[in-house]
């Protein structure tokens, strides 16, 4: 059984991004629970929260097409290193000027907006680029589980040590230790050995290999559904997590611990889906996992909006976790299962926009809105919207995804149906 769950882990590429992914995402998570403390801290102002979580992924839904294209032209490998790099700038100038007294709102704002143009890159490119870390490419879909298992593992550890350090000794020494983090994944991506991809010269420009992504995407059904599926929950109700420190702070009468706890909380369950995903040996019925989970996200949302124990707050939030990663991984999943070679990176350029890209609008609306009718009234319209998208949008996708063969595990293997693409 436990040999099952980590199988990805026996090739050596995959273990070495394991490991230094896993490192960097406990410092991005401790800065993703300082930053918006930070925020709330110097301004009190729950506006200036959804400004912040706008600022910090617009630029992710503007930039990843772009990125997509380029990374199924360009090395994977050291497009993302590139990006490791400039984040690592970013998280450092940050605890610079938070350290020394001197950090405003502006420059909070300013340093996020580099966040969003580099997770644009960054994301697409490392999604696609799983694939290439492995010897044997029927171990994707336990490789992405794994990857999914890190991010909320992280999502455990990173916010409880944030929530420590905050109290202690201040937001900027989560900065600075995000920062030095990134120095782990820098290094094992420089140390793996993957072949040279022999791709064919573009037979066109940026522009005419976009419009040859976005028109495959939503010609085939099943991408078409998965992504406009995660685009409704990624709008709707991701957004929740701007709001927590008002949870925090305001209906449950506590401090950056209590925040941290919270965002630990999501992660625990989260980190339970994980590890179900990554017990499974095949993508039969991930279809269906999608639109209960969404299903059960949204229900999550709408006991939180109600809840005003801090105990049962942090069951719910284990429920909505579990079941938003079972969504975003699964569609990760399935995504990477049926694109074909050369528009992987495309299609997860999608990806990216649908589950990133779409939560800076969230935010945006959700800040407005908790501003006017109160930060729980938010989250349970926000859970209630999931469920109606999820009724309106995903009824067909099971029938939709069990079209290809379910048996398959290895992407672009012969026998997959493509209903709907011009060939």
């Not at 707050?313 to 976790?321: E, I, P, Y």
């Not at 919207?385 to 069990?402: D, K, M, N, Q």
Request: aromatic share 10%.
């Amino acid at each position: 059984m436990v040999t099952s769950v980590i199988r990805a882990l026996r090739h050596r590429n995959f273990r070495l991004f394991f490991v230094g992914q896993g490192i960097s995402l406990i410092g991005t998570w401790m800065q993703s629970v300082a930053m918006p403390w930070l925020v709330y801290r110097l301004t009190g102002s729950v506006v200036l929260l959804g400004v912040v979580g706008f600022t910090s992924q617009i630029l992710t839904f503007v930039v990843a097409p772009v990125a997509g294209v380029l990374a199924d032209r360009w090395d994977k490998r050291r497009l993302v290193i590139a990006c490791q790099m400039l984040a690592m700038v970013q998280a450092l100038a940050l605890a610079a000027l938070t350290l020394s007294g001197l950090v405003e709102v502006w420059h909070v704002v300013a340093l996020s907006f580099l966040t969003g143009f580099v997770r644009g890159f960054e994301v697409p490119t490392r999604q696609s680029f799983v694939i290439e870390m492995l010897d044997d490419r029927a171990d994707l879909p336990n490789a992405i589980a794994l990857n999914s298992f890190l991010v909320n593992g992280a999502r455990l550890i990173g916010p409880s040590l944030a929530g420590v350090l905050v109290v202690l000794v201040g937001e900027g020494w989560c900065f600075l230790a995000n920062g030095l983090s990134y120095v782990a994944v820098i290094v094992a991506l420089a140390a793996m050995r993957v072949a040279v991809r022999r791709m064919p010269p573009p037979t066109t420009n940026v522009f005419g290999g976009l419009k040859e992504g976005v028109a495959y995407a939503f010609r085939t059904p099943a991408l078409r559904s998965i992504l406009l599926l995660l685009g409704i929950v990624s709008l709707m109700g991701v957004p929740y997590q701007t709001l927590m420190p008002v949870f925090a702070k305001e209906v449950l009468s506590g401090g950056p611990d209590t925040f941290g706890y919270m965002v630990g909380a999501t992660g625990v369950g989260a980190l339970s889906g994980a590890v179900f995903l990554a017990s499974r040996k095949n993508i039969r019925g991930l279809g269906r996992v999608i639109v209960l989970a969404a299903t059960c996200f949204g229900t999550g949302l709408v006991a939180f909006g109600l809840s005003r124990s801090f105990w049962l707050d942090l069951v719910v939030l284990a429920w909505a976790g579990a079941a938003m990663m079972l969504q975003m991984a699964s569609s990760n999943t399935l995504l990477q299962t049926i694109a074909e070679e050369d528009k992987r990176g495309r299609v997860m350029s999608f990806y990216t926009m649908m589950f990133m890209g779409m939560v800076p609008f969230g935010a945006l609306a959700s800040g407005w809105m908790a501003n006017h009718l109160g930060a729980p009234q938010t989250v349970v319209i926000g859970g209630a919207l999931c469920i109606a998208g999820t009724a309106i949008l995903g009824w067909r996708l099971p029938a939709l995804t069990e079209a290809f063969h379910p048996e398959v595990t290895v992407p672009g293997a012969a026998g997959f149906q493509q209903e709907g693409v011009a060939q």
